[in-house]
């Protein structure tokens, strides 16, 4: 099955450091979501995004909906070391209705040095 | 409250035996997934299921079986078929599986290891 191409695949940053990653998909895709993955426990959502160009915020983190719809990324600044985890963009591919099920990227993992 | 609830959370397996993994949601969700997570690999599809008593084989299926018996719960079963099967193991729901606006909700996982 289809991936997004999600990079970076990881990231080492100081605290207090702004922090940016993307997907990128070679189809249109309908929804883009962003979910946050901590050691040991299931991913929980951000941010979800509807529209093409659409830009929203969740706190410190922002992410948008590229204009082509075939692409998204997030940001998050002046990360604190509860950012640390797995970040992983995830949407729905327009396929006419028949699509039943997100598709992935292999998520970037983030690291934060206090 | 509404959830989705995985056990165990830890499971052993010796080589040659079956093992299911339980997956049980009250959200009143119609589609439940099971994936499958290796260290740089992301999250790959093993099982979804759109409905009651009917399910859709995913990218990894081989090795795995699932039942959806009831609206609420998804068991996966890992086979000794399945070769490689020490990974952390997902499931996931979602309102209707057509409209994805909501995305899915996880399980905090059950990490499977072969001794």
């Known amino acids: 099955g289809q991936q997004l191409n999600q990079s970076p695949q990881s990231m080492f940053i100081q605290e207090g450091e702004d922090v940016s990653m993307n997907c990128t998909s070679s189809s249109i895709f309908n929804t883009w979501l962003w979910y946050k993955q901590e050691p040991g426990e299931g991913p929980v959502l951000l941010i979800a995004?509807?529209?093409?160009?659409e830009l929203t915020s969740n706190g410190r983190l922002t992410a948008q909906f590229g204009i082509t719809r075939k692409d998204s990324f997030l940001n998050i600044s002046a990360s604190i070391p509860s950012d640390v985890g797995i970040y992983f963009c995830?949407?729905?591919?327009?396929?006419?209705?028949?699509?039943?099920?997100?598709?992935f990227g292999k998520g970037t993992l983030l690291t934060v040095n206090p | 409250d509404g959830g989705i609830t995985q056990s165990p959370k830890y499971l052993f397996r010796k080589e040659g035996q079956n093992v299911t993994l339980s997956c049980e949601q009250n959200l009143n969700h119609d589609a439940m997934y099971w994936y499958r997570q290796d260290p740089g690999q992301g999250l790959r599809l093993i099982y979804y299921?759109?409905?009651?008593?009917?399910?859709q084989k995913g990218d990894i299926a081989e090795g795995y079986s699932v039942s959806r018996e009831k609206k609420e719960s998804f068991p996966l079963t890992v086979t000794s078929a399945q070769k490689n099967p020490t990974a952390f193991y997902l499931c996931?729901?979602?309102?209707?599986?057509?409209?994805?606006?909501?995305?899915?909700?996880f399980g905090s996982g059950t990490r499977l290891t072969v001794v």
């Open positions: 996931a729901s979602s309102i209707d599986p057509g409209w994805l606006n909501y995305g899915y909700t």
């Open positions: 995830a949407g729905q591919e327009n396929s006419g209705g028949s699509n039943y099920k997100l598709t």
């Open positions: 995004l509807y529209k093409a160009g």
């Open positions: 299921s759109q409905i009651v008593n009917d399910f």
